[in-house]
């Protein structure tokens, strides 16, 4: 088996020019630490700034002094963290889970706060010196350790949760005889997410992400105010505007929208990635294929041999939506023998692959395809040089579990018995891929492989896994509270439009009719068991069949969920010290701050609202979609929003086929050599530890790599940053380990 590491892919530059961790093995501080630097620093701003009367000056010496009582009292807490971390770890050679994520939180705030007040330090006396600007930001510097000391504490919380597993270490979820409404009712009062998404937003990535992810967010917030009509059309623009050139109004209004947003809101954001302006500029860098063919599977009748040489009928997908075409992806950078689509392409003629990638996107269940994961897919098949098929399964709120586990199976099948004759495949060894969700869908596949004794994988890679579809809170779930890309809000109201779909929510009908522009060698084919005799009789492609494959049109229909609203994570400090009040005041600058609301005039629409299901359209850069009348002109921060304890906790079956988890021991030992990837600023970290634990228990052949400084979907960025590109590098590293084994 390869060694087990971990990778730090973060760039150079102030984050990584001091060894603030000491290892986070080693708790004892020496003299000269970050931690007696940033000391030193702030109380040298607390001297200078004490006798300044203006109020820029007394909040830079409130700000101070605040960041010098939260450093008294984090100090110990980091020492019993770094004590408590490494009891979880996979191994040695692998240290990481969500205490180590939360400790790398702490030393990157130190970092970042010993920068502000050294810059404040240094341009304190020139006539330059811009104070206000250098206020804000130490007061978001001292918003933000104030936070991560809060969440430490909540970390001790989970720790005495723990519980030993079979492995005889303890288990980075929490015992069941604790409810997570006990953790979240106690961390949605007093963990202020603000101080994450404005001025520090990034701050605990590499430097290739960080400006990614405030462009991201700021698209986000503008997005939003097109999404939801609040306000006049003026209105709207100005503050979108003012996400650009004002972090603090950046801020409230991601937050407002991860807790509130409909699932809706999620999908549409998300479709944005597949439009024609978001991806022209990116498919220019990636390689061409000659191979990228859009192949429809039509739901016929379908058997399979078994191991012991019987036969069985594969059902058809039918949960839902009803029987409907599967489309899949076929991606490869040569042009083989039986493969759908050579005919049209020029060059040489290779001869079949033993090798088949089955993969499954992520999304959260609820969005995207293949065709934005084309991003890092297309430099996958050439660096691999192996055919590899991509599922574009049915979407929940619409099509909810097991709708997606049904037509992965079905594909699964389809793409075993038709490999030689159209994929240019022998099949010899099957490979499953897989990010995020698609990683998940790939273990309940295989857990469906066994339950009817099919070919068997032999090799499975998963990147950031999520494992326990389920509201299960652990230390590395709550990074959700600070996370961009996987903000908490979006990933429970995936989960739960995963596993509850539309039940109990009235549906109304919304329509998107995503860009239909192709990539440069994509072609489509509807490929039927009548396909197939033409296509025998043409060994080279598929020339004799080259009229018969017809496009089907695509079924774009929504359903509309308007899931309810929640309340914002609000901030309650007991410690009633002098910088514990500024703390209080100093958030109630942002609960108290309301964008401008619709004036009675503004309103007219919504008291003329007779509950039909009138729908407004509207087109954001080449996405055409509908929005109900009433959900648009409601404000995201409406007073009858519920706490998150009654939004987000939901009863979820223990289905091994939604919890890989959760799949039986007999079924697990079996598993083929499988490898995980991960990061470190992951909230799904503690899935892929304990899945990777559970399994080397059971002396599965497995590896766990834990990347440093990426986020949750880095795949995405792997054109656009160095350390995601480094990331996607070490992913092809582990599955040609798998397809050379």
Known sequence: MPDNSTFDLSSS??????????????????????????????????????????????????????????????????????????????????????????????????????????????????????????????????????????????????????????????????????????????????????????????????????????????????????????????????????????????????????????????????????????????????????????????????????????????????????????????????????????????????GSSDTLLFHCHGGGFVAQSSKCHEIYLRHWAVQLDVPLLSIDYSLAPEAPYPRAVEEILYSYAWALKHANSLLGSTAKKIIFIGDSAGANLNMALTTKCFELNIRKPDGIFMAYVPVLVEFIPSPARMLGLTDPMLPFGFMMRCLKAYTLGNASIPKIKDTVEQDSTKSDTESFAEVSESDLIALALSPNGDETNENKLTSLPSDSTLNSVSLVDIDPATQTVNNQSTSQNYINKFVNLYKNFTFNKPSANNGNALNNYDNSDALTSASFFGLTFNMRSYDQLRELDADDAKSPSEEFVFTVPRDPLLSPYRISDNILKLLPPTKILTTDLDPCLDDSVMFARKLRNLNVDVSLDIVKGLPHGFLSFSLMSKDAHEGSELCIKRIKELIDL
């Open 13 to 350: 530059g102030v984050n990584s020019t001091i060894d603030i961790t000491q290892s986070s093995n080693n708790a004892d501080f020496d003299d000269n630490t970050p931690w007696d630097t940033l000391e030193q620093l702030a109380n040298g701003n607390c001297y200078y700034f004490s006798t300044h009367q203006d109020e820029n000056g007394l909040r830079i010496y409130s700000a101070s002094n605040v960041i010098l009582d939260i450093l008294k009292e984090i100090r110990p807490l980091y020492k019993e963290i770094s004590h408590i971390a490494p009891q979880f770890d996979f191994n040695e050679n692998t240290p990481g889970n969500g205490y180590r994520s939360f400790l790398s939180l702490t030393d990157k705030c130190i970092l970042h706060s010993i920068e502000i007040c050294q810059q404040i330090s240094s341009y304190k006396t020139s006539v330059l010196f811009r104070k206000s600007h250098y206020m804000r930001e130490l007061e978001a510097c001292s918003q933000l350790i104030a936070s991560l000391c809060t969440f430490l504490n909540h970390l001790k919380t989970l720790y005495n949760w723990s519980e030993i597993t079979d492995d005889g270490k303890l288990s980075l979820f929490p015992s069941d005889e604790h409810s997570p409404e006990e953790l979240l009712n106690q961390a949605g009062k007093d963990i202020d997410q603000y101080c994450f998404y404005g001025r520090c937003l990034g701050f605990q990535f590499a430097d290739s992400i960080k400006y990614l992810l405030k462009t991201i967010l700021t698209f986000m917030a503008s997005f939003s105010e097109v999404y939801y009509k609040n306000g006049s059309l003026l209105g709207r623009c100005t503050n979108s505007v003012k996400y650009m050139v004002d972090p603090e109004a950046r801020a409230r209004r991601i937050v407002n929208i991860s807790q509130r947003a409909d699932i809706h809101f999620c999908k549409t954001f998300w479709l944005l990635n597949e439009t024609e302006l978001v991806q022209f500029v990116p498919f220019l860098l990636i390689p061409s294929l000659n191979i990228n063919q859009i192949i429809s599977i039509p739901p016929e009748h379908l058997t399979l041999p078994t191991e012991d040489g019987k036969e069985i009928t594969i059902p058809i997908p039918n949960s839902h939506i009803g029987k409907k075409p599967i489309r899949v992806r076929l991606l490869s950078a040569k042009r083989r023998i039986g493969m759908v689509g050579s005919a049209r392409v020029a060059g040489e003629l290779y």
